[in-house]
């Protein structure tokens, strides 16, 4: 596709159940970075995956976060027994390499109630 | 730890005038910088970038200007537009890690 595609772009769940957000990235771009925006507050980095190497998951919030990227380019986000304050936009972005630009998708806006 | 601050959580500026956007940062490693732009349900799109070797980098009626002693970069927007009226987030890189600022709410009145 032309641009990052993430869906789905809303997603309401209840609190405790598992939710999986899914990111395609710009074709051939090698970097994979997954965001969230909470309400009022900049991007937080959650994950990041470059080529084959092992991603750095530093910024995921608790061990209920996971991701993985598929064949170097589909990337799942799993939230397991999500809870209220994971209700955020998470936004992936994908880029050619490490000192260009990061491209984003239009986001999924997660609701847990 | 918050190591990208964008201090003015809004900003007004009369269509035709320029705006300032301004961001700290704190990570003398950060050699990379851009500037994004958000309108609401969509993602951000890249607006400009600068490398840390450079003090300026100008395209169209945008510029950004570094200053690393003060750990300081801003946005000029000039004139102002009000197809500008966005948030407007700050990045630093370091490797590769996009560190973000809270942002910047810009409203351009006509």
């Known amino acids: 596709g032309a641009g990052v595609s993430q869906s789905p772009s809303n997603k309401v769940t209840e609190k405790g159940k598992d939710v999986e957000l899914r990111c395609d990235p710009i074709?051939?771009?090698?970097?994979l970075y997954w965001y969230r925006q909470s309400l009022g507050q900049g991007l937080e980095f959650l994950i990041y995956?470059?080529?084959?190497?092992?991603?750095?998951k530093s910024g995921l919030p608790s061990d209920r976060f996971s991701a993985e990227r598929t064949g170097g380019s589909v990337s799942t986000l799993t939230i397991q027994r999500t809870q209220q304050e994971d209700s955020a936009v998470y936004l992936c972005a994908s880029s050619f390499s490490t000192y260009t630009e990061a491209f984003f998708g239009q986001g999924t806006r997660l609701t847990v109630v | 730890d918050q190591q990208v601050k964008q201090n003015s959580p809004s900003l007004s500026v009369q269509e035709g005038r320029i705006s300032i956007l301004n961001c700290d940062y704190t990570n003398s490693m950060f050699d990379y910088f851009l500037w994004y732009k958000k309108y609401p349900a969509e993602g951000p799109t890249f607006l400009i970038s600068?490398?840390?070797?450079?003090d300026k980098n100008e395209d169209g009626r945008f510029t950004v200007f570094l200053n690393k002693s003060a750990k300081h970069l801003s946005l000029h927007i000039v004139p102002s537009q009000p197809g500008d009226s966005a948030v407007y987030f700050c990045?630093?890189?370091?490797?590769?890690?996009?560190?973000f600022g809270a942002g910047t709410t810009v409203t351009v009145r006509a």
């Open positions: 995956f470059q080529g084959n190497s092992a991603p750095d």
């Open positions: 990045a630093a890189s370091n490797d590769y890690k996009l560190s």
């Open positions: 600068i490398s840390s070797i450079k």
């Open positions: 074709s051939g771009h090698t970097a």
